[in-house]
């Protein structure tokens, strides 16, 4: 193991003047339980001030929220244990099923929200009648912690999410530019590097939706570059489904009738590409200059319009788009980069909608896997009359709540446990031998400083970040047995005996109720794209644009990671791309129902082949149905084709191909003389 460097050195001071601080205000103010408020301090612990501040808002909300629910649980259901434990533990999945749903930042409220009210309510149960009293001091003990690391975090050399956001931000510019030089030349690099790029490009774009909801309380100038960071994210979002289309047409192109990629058309891809490689550095008016040139190659929309021409005018949509969103990221790139430098930010509205995908299934998956490993706990703890054991729900509750996100939580809530195990020795040298001799806060800081100060500056790598949180929690969770009194051998091991208890219980029920794997993960996010493509077909109105390629990217974003391990992936460029390619399906649905208004004023129906697509999407992907379906593409396309009027005709008919292209990459070249077939619904 590497030794710890300067930075994650000061990473770990930080969080023990944090602590200290915290300790010695609760201890000052004669607060009942004050290693809360220091192991707060760790708990909220980041190497980003914006990212503490931000989970110490969430936090405070949160034990707050918490703690009324707690005040109005227990009193009232004080005589019967058995009801009491059942409404903390439905507190707790309700709570957890919420923040599961939310998938930012904000759903720390929620969660913090339920299993706060585990944390006070069960050792209250006997003696409820200072619950109130309990649990103000618990929001006190909890705010002294939070206020204290957001202050050390927030004043000593504080390190803002503004620059790593930034770099990330460039990183994905960079991604996208190599993927443009990727589409363009194809020879340029082999399979498995544009493979690695489309795969970094949408992971920067999901990860950067998470780490910017920081933003707005970091200490950096960036901060007051918000809304131009979301922009930017916005046209970043956009560029993964436009380079998913070029690529797919130029590909098309060049299998089908390489003929019709003129020399003009190579000039102008090579221009292309050179001007989005200068990045910041490109000529503003170039852009114009580029979409002018583009114009001038887009093939007129006739009757008889070839498959080849019909691609071709699909390609200068999709590459006009393409350069529209690469000219406004660069602009917004240099707007932040002006503020970064000190100019005046300007005003740029947030359009990043809330399209993230939302699995309520899974939501309630560990949502009744933490309400049942409560109860087991509390049934043993109540059938036993153990005076120990409401640890064992507590701890329950946490690691129920803590890794819920996971596929599978079981690994780190065993590695949470281990940790846990290998601290127990040091804490009780701890609790058992040093503090008890220990009469000042001085020694108290110098006899437990070595312990924190190199566990904390591994806290800060992460590689190792998990264990060394994992065995600091440990130490200052039984640290605060301290606070009730005196503490004997077997008041110690009974502690520890009921988190374990704890642990195990949340371990075992995670397995049998909320593990899954990530084929099947991924084989469920296809069937929740699915079931939307058809909702969208059937909806009364359309979609925005953005909100489904904001759905699309964020789905790519879930699928990604699992695509790398699945064993549905044994070439993850391969599945990556097919799963690329039914997702951005509903692009084209969005933009068909965008434009049928006109459409049908025009005398081109759309709704036999939108009932079409719901009958499809409702079906599976495979379904017997996908015959009929490409015949009813085809005569749509020749609908709009011959159809005499309407502007949104080359617009109609570039989204009908994608749509042909990715549905049936394999079909053969539509044909503008076939007879088109008639079909009843």
Not at 43 to 67: D, E, M, Q, Y
Not at 174 to 200: C, F, I, N
């Amino acid at each position: 193991m590497k030794i710890p460097t300067s930075g994650e050195m000061l990473f770990s001071l930080k969080c023990f003047a944090a602590a200290m601080l915290a300790l010695y205000v609760a201890l000052a103010a004669g607060l009942p339980r004050p290693f809360w408020a220091m192991m707060t301090a760790y708990v909220v612990a980041s190497p980003l001030a914006g990212a503490v501040r931000s989970k110490a808002l969430f936090r405070v909300c949160g034990t707050i929220i918490g703690s009324l629910a707690t005040v109005v649980m227990v009193p009232r259901m004080a005589n019967a244990p058995e009801l009491l434990s059942l409404a903390l533990a439905c507190w707790v999945g309700l709570c957890l099923y919420i923040s599961l749903l939310d998938r930012t930042p904000r759903s720390y409220v929620f969660m913090l929200a339920g299993y706060t009210a585990g944390l006070i309510g069960f050792p209250a149960v006997s003696d409820p009648s200072a619950i109130f009293d309990t649990a103000l001091a618990r929001v006190e003990e909890i705010s002294v912690g939070i206020l204290a690391a957001t202050a050390v975090h927030s004043i000593v050399f504080p390190q803002g999410v503004g620059p790593p956001l930034l770099a990330r931000l460039d990183r994905a510019i960079g991604d996208a530019q190599r993927w443009v030089s990727e589409v363009l030349y194809p020879m340029a690099s082999s399979k498995a590097k544009a493979a690695h790029t489309r795969l970094a490009l949408a992971g920067e774009i999901s990860e950067m939706r998470v780490m910017s909801s920081h933003l707005p309380f970091d200490t950096s100038h960036l901060r007051w570059t918000a809304g131009m960071v979301s922009g930017l994210h916005d046209s970043l979002t956009v560029m993964v489904p436009l380079l998913l289309a070029v690529e797919d047409r130029l590909q098309t192109l060049r299998d089908i009738h390489p003929a019709s990629l003129t020399p003009r058309w190579h000039a102008l891809l090579h221009a292309i590409a050179h001007w989005v490689q200068q990045g910041q550095m490109a000529d503003p008016g170039r852009a114009a200059q580029l979409r002018a040139e583009l114009a001038q190659l887009v093939p007129p929309l006739t009757r008889d319009a070839s498959w080849s021409e019909i691609l071709c005018l699909n390609l200068s949509q999709r590459l006009d788009a393409l350069i529209k969103a690469c000219e406004e990221g660069l602009e917004l790139r240099g707007s932040v980069a002006n503020v970064m430098r000190g100019a005046a930010p300007g005003h740029t509205p947030h359009l990043t909608p809330g399209a993230l995908h939302r699995d309520h299934g899974m939501a309630l998956r560990s949502a009744l896997a933490a309400v049942v490993a409560i109860l087991a706990c509390c049934g043993f703890w109540i059938a036993s009359a153990w005076p120990a054991g409401a640890a064992a729900p507590m701890m329950a509750g946490v690691f129920c709540c803590f890794f819920a996100t996971q596929d599978d939580p079981v690994p780190a809530i065993r590695m949470f446990l281990n940790y846990t195990l290998l601290s127990m020795p040091l804490s009780a040298l701890y609790i058992l031998g040093v503090l008890p001799a220990v009469h000042s806060f001085e020694m108290l800081l110098l006899t437990i400083a070595p312990v924190f100060l190199v566990a904390g500056a591994y806290a800060a790598r992460p590689s190792t970040g998990g264990q060394a949180m994992a065995f600091l929690i440990g130490i200052a969770g039984t640290l605060a047995l301290q606070d009730t009194g005196p503490v004997d051998m077997p008041t110690f091991a009974n502690s520890m005996l009921a988190q374990l208890i704890g642990y195990v219980a949340a371990a075992v029920i995670s397995s049998l109720m909320r593990t899954v794997s990530g084929d099947w993960m991924v084989r469920r996010v296809l069937r929740a794209a699915r079931k939307e493509l058809a909702q969208m077909a059937g909806a009364s109105s359309p979609q925005s644009l953005l909100a489904v390629s904001a759905s699309m990217v964020d789905r790519v974003g879930l699928l990604m990671p699992r695509l790398a391990i699945t064993r549905l992936a044994p070439d993850v460029g391969a599945s990556a791309a097919e799963a690329m390619r039914e997702l951005r399906i509903g692009l084209h649905i969005a933009q068909l129902r965008t434009l049928q208004p006109q459409l049908e004023h025009a005398g081109v129906p759309l709704r036999p082949l939108l009932q079409r697509l719901v009958s499809h999407f409702r079906a599976g992907a495979m379904s017997d149905a996908a015959p009929a379906l490409l015949d009813c593409l085809d005569s749509t396309l020749r609908a709009v084709c011959a159809a005499t009027s309407g502007v949104a005709r080359p617009q109609a008919a570039a989204a009908l191909a994608s749509m042909r292209r990715d549905l049936f990459p394999g079909a053969a070249c539509y044909q503008a003389n076939a007879v088109a077939m008639e079909y009843t619904l």
